[in-house]
């Protein structure tokens, strides 16, 4: 079992930023994929990037060049920095760990809204 906790959510105006951050129980680095996923009311989760365990990357269209996401294996930890935020990536993050193919864990979620 790995327990995964975010943090770094909270309100901010557009055109601000915010770095979010995942920490891990325990080890990440055998870790398929690191990810952080979003939900905003009324909507379905959605991928939002996704890091694999050889550092490959991938990002939704709505926030390629204003996210990016990266991954600490000595720290166990997975960050998610946001920049220009707009008033639609207002949402619950949440980090998801695939720690195999039948394995994932999900933390809790992190609010983060973004004023207009």
């Known amino acids: 079992q790995v327990q995964l906790a975010e943090s770094g959510g909270g309100l901010v105006q557009a055109g601000g930023s915010l770095r979010l951050s995942c920490a891990a129980s325990?080890?990440?680095?055998?870790?398929?994929?690191l990810g952080w996923y979003r939900q905003a009311p009324g909507n379905q989760r959605e991928l939002v990037a996704r890091?694999?365990?050889?550092?490959?990357?991938y990002y939704v269209d709505s926030v390629k060049g204003r996210f990016t996401i990266s991954r600490d294996n000595a720290e166990n930890m997975v960050y998610l920095q946001m920049n220009l935020l707009k008033p639609e990536d207002t949402a619950v993050y949440y980090c998801k760990g695939q720690a195999s193919l039948l394995n994932a864990y999900w933390g809790q979620g992190t609010q983060v809204t973004v004023s207009s």
């Open positions: 890091i694999t365990s050889g550092g490959d990357t």
């Open positions: 325990r080890s990440i680095s055998s870790f398929v994929t």
